[in-house]
């Protein structure tokens, strides 16, 4: 399995507080993407990084910031919190060190975090 | 965008069954696709890649059907624990980094 964690794993936080999770690989991957997973949508993108201080939006961004400051950690955070935040997050990482773009890897993902904002 | 459709099921198939899924897809040039496999409350895991040519693995086959833009798993001698949401994925391609998901299809494999 590849090397990727998630922390905190469960959280219950109150509407209007900032949350942060952190995902933090060993494989030095170049790609890791945040996703939130709610019944009925599936998976959906929230932000995603193709290098260290390299970011960009996906689908569902809205209310959530990242940062890659190395290779190793990304961190999405929710600036404050909403009852709609309330979901399944899955980090994922793809790729292989710092080759070329546009290769079709396969994604591993981390055990995700339960968050609740009450 | 690129679509990804997957029928949701649930499949509902005694042990021993073959069941087969179907995925389609648009505009992608991908050379390679990929299953997923995800449990109740569970990340979802990489099942098996699917080629040109075709993936078998045990009792599992991944084709590829790239003139009419599916992709298929089957399954054969089904287990009460292949119980699960099987996800398709249409990788990044082009020079984008974003994959597409699939919702996913729910098996349900019973005594």
């Known amino acids: 399995d590849a090397g990727i964690t998630q922390s905190p794993r469960h959280k219950v936080t109150e509407t209007g507080t900032p949350v942060t999770l952190r995902c933090h690989q060993t494989?030095?991957?170049?790609?890791m993407y945040w996703y939130r997973q709610d019944p009925g949508h599936g998976l959906r993108l929230i932000h995603y990084s193709y290098g260290v201080k390299d970011t960009d939006k996906g689908e569902v961004s809205d209310g959530y910031s990242v940062s890659r400051s190395k290779t190793e950690d990304f961190l999405l955070t929710l600036e404050s919190a909403t009852s709609s935040q309330t979901s399944v997050y899955f980090c994922a990482i793809s790729g292989s060190g710092y080759e070329s773009v546009g290769v079709s890897y396969e994604q591993y993902f981390g055990p995700g975090t339960r968050l609740t904002v009450t | 965008r690129k679509e990804v459709e997957q029928d949701p099921g649930p499949f509902n198939v005694p042990e021993g069954a073959t069941v087969a899924f179907n995925c389609t897809y648009s505009?992608?040039?991908?050379?390679?696709f990929f299953w997923y496999r995800q449990d109740c409350r569970k990340e979802p895991k990489l099942l098996m890649s699917?080629?040109?040519s075709g993936n078998e693995d045990g009792r599992f086959t991944a084709q590829l059907n790239r003139a009419s833009q599916y992709i298929s798993l089957l399954i054969r001698d089904s287990k009460l624990s292949d119980s699960a949401t099987y996800l398709c994925v249409v990788p990044a391609s082009g020079g984008s980094y974003i994959p597409t998901f699939g919702r996913g299809t729910s098996l349900i494999v019973h005594p």
């Open positions: 505009n992608s040039a991908s050379q390679s």
């Open positions: 494989e030095n991957h170049r790609y």
């Open positions: 699917v080629y040109s």
